[in-house]
C-alpha cells in the first residue's frame, strides 16, 4: 500500500529506525513498507546526508548526472561489478572508498545508473517481510561478545558428495572464523573445527545457535556433549526459540551470499567446493564492504579474543554449602538413596544443588541452571529462562 500524503515523514523515519536495527535486509523492509529498493536506497541516503531533514519532500530535480562520472572511475565500476557480480551500487561504492581514501567517489544512486546502463543489474526477488523474535538475547557490543554457529544446509557437489558447511562468526563484526564442510554433523567433527577456530582467535563469552543437534536436545535440560564441553570452557550456550531464524538474522544473511556465492551451482567435487569456502571467507573478511559497518569490511573492526583456548580445562567449582552430585553412565544421580535422572551429556561431571525451599533445590552445571529438583517427585524439571550464577 503507498505511503498516505499526511504521513509520509513519519512513515519514512519508521522505515530509517527498522533499518538502524538491523533486524531486517533492505529489500525486507522494502517490501513490508510497500516502497521500491530504489526508493529506499534514496531515503537513506537523504537521510545519511542531511538527517531528518532530508526525509522531508524537497525538489525533484536531480542533482547530479550519471554522464559526469569520468570515463576511468566507469570503467571501475564496470570491472568490479565483473570481478563481483552480486555486489550492488552500495558495496562497489564502499569498496571504491576504501581504495581511494579521501578522493572523490560517485554517490550510491550514479553508481547504480550506471550498472542499469551497461545492463548490469537483475531484478531481485521480492522476500516476505521477517520480523525479530520475543526472546531478549544478549547484545554484542564488541568483538567476541557473542559467536554465531549454524550449519548451512546441505547440498551435493557435481560428483554427488555430500557438503555439510559449519560456519561460524562474530556477531558484532560479522567476522567469519570458519566456513567448513565437515564429514558428518554431529559433536565430534563440529568440536574439531570449533578447537582450531578457539586456537586462532581466543574464546568468545557467549555461542548462539538453533536448538538443532549438536548445538541442542530436546532433553528436558536442553543441554549436549558440545555445550557441556562449551561450559567448562566459561562459555555460554545461547539458543534461539525454535522456528525463530531471524533472531540470528546476521548469521542467516551470510548463509543467502555464502550461497549464491559458492553453491549456485556447486563445485565438481569436494576440495574443490572447499577451495571455494575459503576464498568466500578471505573475501566477505577482507573485501566485502559491509551496509551495517559503514561499507567497511569485517577484518577492520574483529580483533581476537583475550581469552587463549587453554591447554587444560579447569575442574569446575561452586560455592561453599552447596550439596555436590556427581552424575553416573546413566546420567542419574543420587538423592534420598534414588536415582534421579539428569542429562546424559553430564556422565561423569559434578553438579552443584542449591537449595530453595523445603521441596525445591535447583541443579548447576558450573554458571550453568540445568533444572529445579522437585524432592518428592524426583524429578528435574528444566528452566522456564535459562540462567546463570
Not at 510497500?34 to 546526508?49: F, M
Not at 532530508?54 to 550519471?66: F, I, N, V
Not at 566456513?179 to 568468545?204: I, N, W
Request: glycine content about 8%; aromatic content about 10%; charged content about 30%.
Amino acid at each position: 500500500m503507498p505511503w498516505k500524503d499526511y504521513e509520509v515523514t513519519e512513515e519514512r523515519w519508521r522505515f530509517i529506525e527498522d533499518w538502524k536495527s538491523e533486524d531486517c535486509s533492505m529489500v525486507e523492509l522494502c517490501e513490508h513498507y510497500g516502497v521500491t529498493r530504489k526508493t529506499g536506497y534514496k531515503w537513506l541516503y537523504r537521510y545519511r546526508e542531511r538527517g531528518a531533514q532530508g526525509l522531508q519532500d524537497g525538489s525533484r530535480a536531480p542533482h547530479r548526472h550519471p554522464n559526469q562520472v569520468g570515463a576511468e572511475m566507469e570503467e571501475r565500476i564496470i570491472a568490479m561489478r565483473a570481478k563481483h557480480p552480486r555486489w550492488g551500487a552500495p558495496k562497489i561504492r564502499g569498496r571504491l572508498r576504501l581504495d581511494d581514501a579521501g578522493g572523490t567517489i560517485p554517490a550510491e544512486s550514479t553508481i547504480g545508473e550506471i550498472l542499469k546502463r551497461n545492463g548490469l543489474t537483475v531484478p531481485r526477488k521480492r522476500r516476505r517481510s521477517s520480523r525479530g523474535g520475543e526472546q531478549k538475547l544478549a547484545e554484542a557490543a564488541g568483538p567476541n561478545r557473542v559467536w554465531c554457529a549454524d550449519f548451512k544446509g546441505w547440498f551435493r557437489t557435481q560428483d554427488g558428495w555430500r557438503i555439510d558447511p559449519l560456519t561460524i562468526s562474530d556477531q558484532y563484526s560479522r567476522y567469519l572464523f570458519r566456513c567448513q564442510a565437515v564429514p558428518r554433523v554431529d559433536s565430534v567433527h563440529t568440536k574439531a573445527v570449533m578447537v582450531a577456530a578457539f586456537r586462532e582467535y581466543g574464546l568468545p563469552e557467549r555461542i548462539r545457535t538453533d536448538n538443532g543437534a549438536p548445538f541442542g536436545s530436546n532433553g528436558e535440560s536442553g543441554l549436549t556433549g558440545l555445550t557441556v564441553w562449551w561450559i567448562k570452557l566459561g562459555i555460554v550456550p545461547e539458543h534461539i526459540q525454535p522456528g525463530k531464524p531471524q533472531q540470528n538474522g546476521r548469521h542467516e544473511r551470510m548463509h543467502r551470499t555464502l550461497k549464491q556465492e559458492t553453491a549456485s551451482p556447486p563445485a565438481a567435487n569436494r576440495r574443490a567446493q572447499q577451495a571455494r569456502f575459503d576464498q568466500f571467507r578471505k573475501e566477505y573478511n577482507q573485501e566485502r564492504p559491509h551496509q551495517a559497518l559503514g561499507q567497511k569490511p569485517p577484518a577492520e573492526f574483529y580483533q581476537p579474543s583475550a581469552r587463549d583456548y587453554p591447554a587444560r580445562l579447569r575442574a569446575v567449582e561452586y560455592p561453599a554449602g552447596w550439596t555436590l552430585r556427581r552424575i553416573s553412565s546413566a546420567g542419574q544421580m543420587k538423592w534420598a538413596n534414588q536415582d534421579v535422572f539428569v542429562a546424559h551429556p553430564l556422565e561423569g561431571e559434578t553438579v552443584g544443588i542449591e537449595q530453595i525451599d523445603e521441596r525445591h533445590w535447583r541443579v548447576w552445571f558450573s554458571f550453568h541452571e540445568v533444572g529445579v529438583l522437585d524432592t518428592q517427585k524426583l524429578l528435574i524439571r528444566r528452566p522456564t529462562t535459562e540462567r546463570s550464577r
